[in-house]
């Protein structure tokens, strides 16, 4: 059974940090793009980012970019996204998902598992 479980939303003010983790089990993701997307309230999901598990290469949103960072663990199918000077405009659910080689890493209907997500929110 695919698990794909995220941890650290919290309520943080603007300026702030945060390490978002992802922990995926169940198969192999080494074909994988494991990535991270959002949706506030009202709004459709957005992709944030996402990381090829072989070869490590990595994609942002344009609205992350510098400021927010993917990474992974080998050790196991981890990925964190390391979340910094938070905005207002970050606040909402953020999810981990897996799709298998997406042609279009920034299409969700290309990825394949979703976790439940956690809730992010910024205050200003």
């Known amino acids: 059974q695919v698990r794909l479980v995220e941890s650290g939303g919290a309520v943080v003010q603007a300026g702030a940090s945060l390490r978002l983790t992802c922990a995926a089990s169940?198969?192999?993701?080494?074909?994988?793009?494991l990535g991270w997307f959002r949706q506030a309230p009202g709004k459709e999901r957005e992709f944030v980012s996402t990381?090829?598990?072989?070869?490590?290469?990595?994609y942002y949103a344009d609205s992350v970019k510098g400021r927010f960072t993917i990474s992974r663990d080998n050790a196991d199918y981890t990925v964190y996204l390391q979340m910094n000077n938070l905005k207002p405009g970050d606040t909402a659910i953020y999810y981990c998902?897996?799709?298998?080689?997406?042609?279009?890493?920034?299409?969700?209907?290309?990825?394949?598992?979703w976790g439940q997500g956690t809730q992010v929110t910024v205050s200003s």
């Open positions: 998902a897996a799709g298998a080689g997406p042609r279009n890493w920034r299409d969700k209907d290309e990825y394949d598992y």
């Open positions: 169940g198969r192999s993701f080494d074909f994988y793009a």
């Open positions: 990381i090829y598990w072989s070869g490590g290469n990595t």
